[in-house]
């Protein structure tokens, strides 16, 4: 069965340094999204791509964070530096169609990530 | 903008017995909305979804919820819990021609023996 990949599953990291997650859509999946989940909360939406296009990253704090999906197929999202608050679950999801309601969201497995 | 009220934030109940996750939504346009569990440790899975037509819907693992507009409610049901329940279950919404999707703070499922 396909699945959303992301590695790495666990990022222990000290503050002011930079990280990286790397995210594998299922195949053929045009939407790919990242969103944080804060330990106790919902999954926020960070940023959503259409193939290589950014479609939405208004939630995204673009001072520290970048995010790319450069062929339309895999994503990374960076973070640099690394805050305390940082620390959360960040979950990639990936759609088959264009971005819409009836596409249903298949999610990854995240990457638990802790700032010393 | 849509918005998502998960009333309670730990529900128990013992094995077998009915439960209800109760959701209520706010949005000034018509919606869609869903349910997904997540499992310790793993990302999300859709439970269930409404889009439109028969307000009853039914989903995986035996869960199925009820639109109710006039409510403004979404509450999730399964008639006889089994031990490999114990997840969250987070209610969400997104609105018409939008598909950004609002998610509930959830609610964790504790099964009792």
């Known amino acids: 069965e396909a699945e959303v990949a992301q590695s790495p599953r666990y990022k222990i990291t000290e503050k002011s340094q930079a990280v990286a997650f790397w995210c594998d859509p299922i195949?053929?999946?045009?939407?790919l999204y990242w969103y944080r989940q804060i330990l106790g909360q919902g999954p926020e939406l960070l940023v959503q791509?259409?193939?290589?296009?950014?479609?939405?990253d208004s939630q995204l704090p673009k001072d520290r964070f970048s995010a790319e999906r450069l062929k339309g197929v895999d994503s990374t999202l960076k973070i640099q530096p690394a805050e305390l608050g940082d620390s959360a679950m960040y979950l990639c999801?990936?759609?088959?169609?264009?971005?819409?309601?009836?596409?249903?969201?298949?999610f990854g497995p995240g990457t638990r990530l802790t700032v010393l | 903008a849509q918005s998502v009220t998960q009333l309670d934030s730990q529900v128990p109940v013992f094995e077998e017995a009915p439960v209800e996750l109760r959701c209520n939504y706010s949005?000034?346009?018509?919606?869609?909305l869903f349910w997904y569990v997540q499992y310790p440790n793993q990302g999300l899975q859709l439970l269930l979804k409404?889009?439109?037509?028969?307000?009853l819907v039914k989903g995986i693992n035996g869960f199925e919820a009820e639109f109710n507009k006039s409510q403004t409610s979404f509450h999730l049901r399964k008639p006889s819990v089994h031990i490999s329940d114990t997840a969250e279950y987070f209610c969400?919404?997104?609105?018409?021609?939008?598909?950004?999707?609002?998610f509930g703070k959830g609610t964790r499922l504790h099964i009792l023996p």
């Open positions: 999801a990936s759609s088959l169609g264009d971005a819409g309601a009836h596409n249903e969201q298949f």
């Open positions: 195949s053929g999946h045009a939407t």
């Open positions: 791509f259409q193939d290589e296009s950014v479609v939405d």
């Open positions: 949005s000034s346009v018509s919606v869609y």
């Open positions: 409404y889009l439109s037509g028969s307000t």
């Open positions: 969400a919404v997104t609105g018409f021609g939008d598909d950004k999707i609002i």
